[in-house]
């Protein structure tokens, strides 16, 4: 059983050195919109820019911290399990902390803001939980949930911050 698991993690190898190193660098695009405007960013209520702009780099540390874990070789598949659904319950509950559905809420927000913002978040962290419990008890399709799940982050976290450069960038010209 753990060399059918060994070699099923073989074959998605590249896949998370690819996902790893978008995420990684995705990480440095955040850094890259906070340097574009940090007088708009210093001004905001530190709870919106926790709430809006702080989950991308979240997303894409959480694509790095998986991709990475999956590709060290021979950890078992109880331990990777249990590493993703600690690692989802701890993002959710990060999600709740910076209750982005107050302040999309409080000011208005449009909807596709919540979508991308709150609703396709939790989605693709509770998909990560979900492939976590799949991936303890080494259901196949497991790692495939995994996959969807990173790739969400990744296209999640960079529209986000597209959207961040549009409103610093609009911000800006006040």
């Known amino acids: ?25 995705l990480t440095g695009l955040v850094f890259v919109v906070v340097s574009l405007g940090p007088r708009i960013i210093a001004e905001r209520q530190g709870h919106s820019v926790r709430a809006f702009l702080s989950p991308n780099a979240v997303y894409f540390t959480t694509t790095l911290v998986v991709s990475a ?75 495939h949930g995994v996959a969807v799940a990173l790739v969400l982050l990744l296209v999640v976290g960079i529209r986000n911050a597209w959207d961040m450069v549009i409103w610093v960038s609009q911000k800006d010209r006040r």
């Open 69 to 143: 874990m999956l590709m060290v070789p021979s950890l078992a598949a109880k331990a990777i399990g249990a590493l993703l659904c600690t690692g989802a319950v701890g993002s959710l509950g990060y999600l709740v902390y910076t209750r982005a559905h107050e302040h999309w809420r409080r000011n208005k927000l449009p909807f596709l803001d919540w979508i991308w913002f709150i609703g396709l978040p939790f989605a693709a962290y509770g998909l990560l939980l979900l492939s976590g419990i799949g991936v303890w008890l080494q259901v196949t399709l497991a790692l």
């Open 1 to 25: 059983m753990h060399e059918a698991w060994t070699h099923q993690l073989e074959t998605w190898h590249d896949f998370y050195l690819l996902v790893g190193t978008a995420g990684v660098t």
